[in-house]
């Protein structure tokens, strides 16, 4: 196998912040997690969130703000003004955060500002201290060759005071990750405190109260991502209390599937969300800042399994509106963001980052090209925004999002619809439109290029195609399938493992030949998905990804395109399952080496897979090529190099 993998020198420059001025405004950045557009009773939502109803009323409601579909890129979608593929963090969850990507935290801290975060990271793993190192043994005695993924800590991203978790869905009790299983995840800067006590939001909210307080009278950047209302679905007794379960078992939910129970535990989330927040305001109040501080209330996604995004649709885990429009007001009286007004205009998380700096008088940072826009004058006069588009990657799909229209792309289809007229998503409106499918589709298509996006519902470009060349070792493997195999049977053989780091620019690649004699419907070449435990083993290559340069699915069995040659090589894009602990690319220099070693039996890692939907053939034998690296100095994209072969025997 060949795979991709670019590699850009850090390039990190700051300029020096101008003098300080007394007026300086306060920028205080709340970020729940998981609350939809439908949580929230000013959209109608069932459960009463007067702190929060109260900032949209008081300030200006961003009504087209835009996000990711889940935590970790829309966070750095923030804290970078980059798109999440470009920085590592997209588009599923994980990801370290490359400390040579400038902040808004630096940006700030390089004006004057204080800067603080005050929750929920998720664009990094947990600090390598020996005290959390122990912890993580102890956690995991049972797994002596499971390893923790230190990453980097809040501080080194611009943030002077840090309180933080490290992942997500901790216990709001213990702080405990992994379903109460894994260690806990709590610090102060990087002091891990596994002994602190109390419900995570309330000590996120008393430490961001704290840090208001001592920074009164200087300027300061307050980032409070919220651990509510995400997952596990735990809340205080008072707060359970507050909730009428009978009233909370009426609430619509995105999943038909949540409990009556989990419902009211929600709702009462929420609720602690609230009050949270008003507590918040009562400090800037307290402290005499509210006029004068930028006070952004967002969410990081769309609703979870128990909440609600209506009237819009999907949810967290899909580039639905409702996935990645996020209810969003910005207050600052004196700025002019007040009355309960609304702006249109297109923005999001992106554009946070240049437009906090300009609302500021801030000097923008030397920072790598930024994706976001400064809308601070649109917004600030009611203006058109200059945003042109938002652009997703998500499992079998990708998306664009312009002012008017909303473009789903597919394998096998498009989904277009008029967003001003049908915010629901509820009309498909491609057929109509042709000219504008094209339109859009040439936008997503440039947008993946800029990102170096290996798209696994889309071919390859044409740039990145190249003849086989098979070259190094066979291996042969034999397999027998007896006349007791049944037709739904499927067949997986190990070819390839490995167990690094896997990113949305990546792609596989390999050389594959057949014999003559190969039936019609030949097995084909994929990861796996899954960890045989919690979710069983299965090709990650289903219909409708997997999809080659030359536009075919891998899960159909292709054979080899030209009947005149023997081997074919193909590329195949692995972005929609990623970032990932799967294909390695630490070190630039060697950036894949396949492990000669069988993989081993409790081992839990992601392997390559020659799998083969003939069911019942009764002989079978496959041979497969180990990767060779390639002698340094070539196209990096083109560093490793590898085939497999197949020789089916029938009834030989």
Known sequence: MRLAFW???????????????????????????????????????????????????????????????????????????RHPI?????????????????????GFKANGYRTGVFGKWHNGGNPDTPEYRAAFAEAFEGLPNKKPSPGRGANAHGFDEAWVYYGGGGDYFTRRTVQDRGPVSWWHNREFRPADEGYTDDLVTQHAVDFIRANKDRPFFCYVPFHLAHGPLQAKKEDLAAIDPTAAAKLPTASGKTTDENKHVHAAMLHAMDKNVALLVAELEKQGLSENTILVFTSDNGAMEAGSSLPLRGHKHTIYDGGVRLPTAVCWPKGGLAGGKKWGGLCGALDMFPTLMAMTGSTMPKTRPLDGKDVWPALRDGKTSPVDSYYWIWGDEDALRTDQWKLHRFFNRYELYDIRNDEAEAKNVAEANPEVVKALGAKMDAWADSLGAALGHRP?????????????????????????????????????????????????????????????????VSPLDGNGVKKPFSPMFKPGSGVDQFGREQSAGPGVRDGKVTWEHRIVGVAGDAPGRRLHRRNPRNVYRLSRQPPHPTRRRQDDALVDERQGHPHRQVHTERIVQRPQGLDPRRQGRGQVTSSWGGDR
């Open 460 to 524: 390859a470009p044409a740039r990145y195609h190249s003849a086989a060349a098979p070259e190094g070792d066979v291996l042969a493997v034999t397999v027998t399938v007896t006349d007791k195999a049944k037709r739904k049977d499927r067949l997986a053989v190990l070819v390839a493992n490995w167990g690094g780091w896997q990113e949305a620019t990546d792609w596989i690649e390999f050389d594959i030949a057949f014999p003559p004699e190969t039936p019609k419907v030949r097995p084909y």
């Open 86 to 106: 470009r920085v590592g963090t997209g588009p599923k969850t994980g990801g370290e955060l490359d400390p040579d990507e400038t902040t808004i935290a630096e």
């Open 7 to 81: 590699f850009v020198a850090p390039v990190l420059l700051f300029a020096g912040g101008p003098v300080l001025s007394a007026d300086k405004p306060n920028v205080v950045y709340i970020m729940v997690d998981d609350v939809g557009w439908g949580d929230l009773s000013v959209h109608g939502g069932g459960v009463r969130t007067p702190a929060v109803d109260k900032l949209f009323s008081r300030g200006v409601e961003l009504t087209n703000f835009m996000g990711w579909c889940v935590c970790s890129p829309t966070r750095a979608m923030l804290l970078t003004g």
